[in-house]
């Protein structure tokens, strides 16, 4: 049993919700980069402890580790990052498009409003 | 051969956004291109169905690894006839999309994305491992975060964020599922999970691994509560991406719901198939008061969506064969209509130049035929018989009232009185209204007919499912049976396969 | 042999109406009035069809006849062939005939979509005769929603106009509310009988049907209600009379209307000795027949006053139908005697309304010396719907009569008959009143200015099936002996006595005659009383259902909104929460369940690793620091940290390839959220730092990331816990060198064994890139003016 690295994992999967729980948009996408992380590690953990094995290179006598966690995650550690840098992307479109980089924001306006205000400011 | 077919089916999406990224702006060419690429998939998935109607399963190992420590993909008769279905409507959506712009003025990426979509969608459908799932998911997720934004102006574009942000978490918990369930049960092969689960049956792992990941798939598919990334993102996508994503992407969700609880969980979770059925009948309930109160073609139909999700969910909750069938049949009905629904939609905004009811108007005087099919489909998603959405409600109210689960059934037809309510919202808003001044259609727009034809198609199609009815619903109740015998899924896949000591 | 032929004429006469029906589409716009023709032609051998199949009928029998449609859901194409369902395809097809002549005149040259309105006619036929004719219960079903459907387009034919649309939403939203109820009871019978075939149905129920078999009828009923306009849903057929008059001659007195009786009538056998049935169909049936004769009264519209009566005599026929015991009696006079007269009175109504434009009674008068003729033929089909001698009416109300005080005596005059001699007396009175008021005040007195402003001569052809129709009702009235033939002749075994029927016109001194002379009398007399203030009378509102009905449809949505709205919708910041709290409850149930019966199991902190809590303990300081902090800038900093805390333990796990990928990957998503940080200006880093509405639901906020955790950790307990003991992964370690030739074990699982990931894992990151390219070449915002700015 990983009894710490469990906990750990939680605690950090409740920080991460707490994040994404917020508003600015700095907060969510960090928040979503640690969440990545958390259940990056979970998902290793999930190969059970560690103790007394060894990597799961055959070069020496095992017992080794369980490779196919350890795959797994690599796989969702670079799918991860693919989302990651979507979301940053967009990020910065939307606030490239609306000027604000608070969630709140996004969604107080009228259609109307938003598409006429641009025009009007130039005046 | 057979699993020629079935790989093809994944790598010919594939290769064709390859090719079609490298191919750059030579516009006609990639048109053509694009254009074999979707007809070959549709012959190729007509292939399959016909082959799994034989078979009964068609399995393929990647790298021939085996089922043990490689990775399977596995085409049954619901499957089959699913990508067939998801085919075919890729290919009238392409079509579609052809008539509706020109080919210089097209996004060059629409095309690579929606053949990448498929790959996801494909590949959904046939997953025989878990964490493949859980690839092709994140295949189809990231395809549709990149069509959501590829065409959105600024105000459209922060729809795509709530439509981001609530799929990304879905995501998270799909993998931590994958990380579970590979402890528990040691293995992400869901022929051997199923076997696995069924040994341990009598612990309550399998029922709290079978929450995490049928919820994944209700957001997926749309249920209340987990659907509210969908009714205000999809409106903003163009016509013919809505069409596809309409009819395709909620689906899945349903599909996976019947695949894990028939094939891969044990059959004793009667607390999920409870939360299941009421959270259809919610769904159902909630989903179609979100298309009464919207305004706009899009918006209702969009809302729609969801509504018709509910009753699907409500068919897997009632797991029996029977219900998978009628849920099967419904889920096709729903693909062919939902999606020319939308795309009618798309034909609307063409003329009108809008699609909010309080300014469309006029379009069953001067385009008769444009009226005639959101008639017919309009009508078949309420239900009226003979058309094809008929026969699904038919029997997911008969297995309920056989059930016993009286006011869901009632709930089901009450739900579809508020359905032809607010496609009665849209009849009259726009076709048979007088046209608003400043908003009169114009039948002089380019493509509308091209658009209107690529429709036919789907028409044609539901039109027969209604009309032939038997041929679909005897397809669709062997393909319940076989959804719910797990046995002989196991034998397919594990059968024959060197054990290497599990 | 005989079958196999009604089988084939039927389904010709069904083919024909839909091949019509697609003609009148296509020549609608080249011979526009002149359409007429083709509808008529079709009809006309429609109506060829079914006199076939009337005349190979052996009188007293009932045959079935199909082929297999959806064996799969017990539907068949079949038809049950009896005197009943012969009688009411003959009125389908016959009547269709006069209506589509009576449209040559009706819709003249200043009409348009000629085409479409006869297409509609014509698919509206099929159905209907495909509704009385079916021998199944989900195929009746079935052509029944057709009528419906047809029916509303039919009725929002003239679709300009707001009236029209909503009179079309409200007869198709009540007649398809109410088929939907009758759906149920479809599906119902389907499990109950096991069979949806009709012959089996009426045969009665399996045993232990017991409280099964009264809901069926119940809900079958209730669509039989609803498509005949009785109470509760009495209030659609009024304002149907939106509809070109043609159609309303047709579809709503003569035909689609008639289909609640006609469905009780059908079902007669199988449940009529139910002890719902006299209840629910008297009780309805009287009642809506009272109400209806009360608006009758009171309304003006030319139109409105036929429909109301319509629906009175509906309901008089329910209840006559409701009345119940082993058998019925000379339904077929009264249903034949009310499509004479309701029929031709409409075709005179719309004819007046045609020729004067205009259909308030109020309006209208001194016709007699315009169109002496329809004046004439007014008369006869006026005192047919008052019951005077000498018409088929007079028939018609006697026998009805006789009948009810016959079962009044028979049961010793008990609630029900009694109940019904008195409501049935009244409603007399009241026709009598209304009856001689429509044809007084249209064609005696003075002309009124309406008419000598507008009038214009009326087309002939209008002219003729008025005539035919009040023939009719003054041939048989007069020689009803002829009626009886028909009405032996329609007799079904298992419904009908099978006996000789005879009809009198004079049967001495009776019961019934005296209190017929007292109904005319007592007419006459209210009429007279209310001829001054008739004008002025107007309809209550408490009974202008109707009105409630558009206001429902009216507030349906800005409930549905309310809804939509209270569930956070359109916010989507807010949605958020509540689904994390729909997940962490949805698996939290069965986890708490696992925990509280494995409790035991649980080995806690046994091989606890120093080193790995160290790393835990300062992964999660990192954490809190990046909540903590306030800059962006420290924040980004204790992320890095974390990524590379991570980084160590993946090593601590002994998975150096995980190390490595990881390190890379967390570089280069440090600086990628550097660049975006570059493009943030400092304004906005200062307004997050101070906006309070972070702080607003802080609690929410904890509580929701404390079940995350909880809810992780208990499954990460859970799956360990109880860890298989032969995972996959054991075996590769095995097999790597000799089958994947590699000995990391991690790299031949990504490129051999599992190479199908890696490679979509590529395309994943091949489709961020493209959306991310989407992204930031952005289409310009369309110009403020443009509609909605939404893309087709």
Redesign the interface.
Known sequence: MLEESIIMVGLLVGCSIYLILQSSFVRILLGFAMLSNAVNMFVLLMSGSPDQRQAPVVIKDGPFVDPLPQALVLTAIVIGFGVLGYMVMLFYRLFKACGTTNSEDLYSKSRETFLIEPEEAEK | MNSLLLIGLLLMP?FSAAFL?LLRRRCLLRRGLLLVASSLQVVLAWMLVLTCSDVGYVVHS??S?GP????VVVADMTSSLLVLAGATLALVCVAYSFF?TLASTE?P?RG??IQ?LM?GVN?SFFAGDL??L???F??LL??S??LM???????D??Q???F???N??G???F??A????????????LA?LSE?MLE?TG???G??????IL?VFA?KAGAF??Y?WL??SY??L??PVLGLFGGLLTKLGVYLLMRFTGTVFPPNLD?HYL?LMWMGGVTML?GV?????RGGV?SILSYHILSQIGYMILAVGFYTPYAFAACLFFILHNIFVKSCLLLNG??V??LN????LK?TGGL??LA?LLGLIFLLQA?SL?G???LSG??GK??I??EG??LREFFL??LA??V???T??SM??IW?GAY???AVAG?EPDLKKKGWKGMSLAMGVLVLISLGMGLV??HF??FC?RAGEQMLDAAAYRQAVLGGWDR??? | MRAVDALSLISLSLALCGLGSLACAFVGPFLRERTAWVAVVTALSATACIAGVAAGHDPGTQVAVSVQWVPALGLEFSFLVDGLSIFFALVVTGMGVLVTVYGRGYMDSHSENHGRFYAYLMLFMAAMIGTVMAGNLLLLFVFWELTGLTSFLLIGFLHDKEKSRAGARMAILVTGGTALVMLAGVALSGLVWGTLDLVKILNGPPEGAGAAESAVFVLLAVGALGKSAQFPFHFWLPNAMAAPTPVSAYLHSATMVKLGVFFVARVFPAFSTLPEWVPLLMGVGLFTALLAAVLALLSHDLKAILAQSTVLQLGLLIAFYGMGGAVVKGDILHVANHVFYKGALFMIAGLIDHAAHGRDIRHLGGLMKRIPWVGVCALVVSASMAGLPLTLGFVSKEYFLKDLVKAAEYSGWTLWPVLAVVTFVLVAVLKMAFATRFWWKLFMGSETEQVREHWHAPDVRMVWPITLLAGATLVFGVWPSGMAHVVEWSQVPGMHAMKEVHFALWHGWTRELFITIGVITVGLLLTRALWKVWPRLEVPWLLRWDVGFEKLVEWTPRFAAAVTRSLRADEPVAYVPWMLLFILAAVGVPTFVWWSQNITQVVWFDEVNFLRGLFAFCILVSAVAVILLKRWMSQLIAMSVLGFLVTFYFILMRAPDLALTQILIETVTLVLILLLFARFPRKAELGEIERRSDRKHRLARITLALGGAVLTIFVGFLALTQKHPLPVGLVYPEITIQEAKGSNAVNTILVDFRAWDTLLEVAVLVIALLGAVGLVNRQKNRPAGSPEGRKP
């Open positions: 594939l990224l990647l790298g690894w043990f420590v490689g990775i509706q996004h990426l690579v994305l990448f790959v590949l964490f493949n859980f690839v092709a994140e295949v990231l395809a975060y990149a934004s590829l065409e959105a102006d600024d105000w574009v922060k795509s964020y709530p981001l942000a609530l990304v978490l995501s998270s918990f993998l931590m994958c990380g579970a369930v590979y402890a528990s049960y040691g293995t992400l092969n051997l696995r341990t612990d309550g792992r029922a709290v691994l079978a929450a995490l919820t957001i509560p987990l509210f009714p205000n409106p903003t163009p016509a607390y939360v909630l008061l979100g298309a009464v109160s899009q798309g034909v905004i063409v130049g809008t699609d909010e300014k069953w005087k008769p009508l309420a009226i018989p003979p008929f026969w038919y029997m109210v008969l009232i056989r059934a009632a037809l009450a579809s009185v508020l032809l309510f009665l919202k009259l048979w209204k007088d908003y009815a038997q619903v005897g109740l290497r000591g599990l």
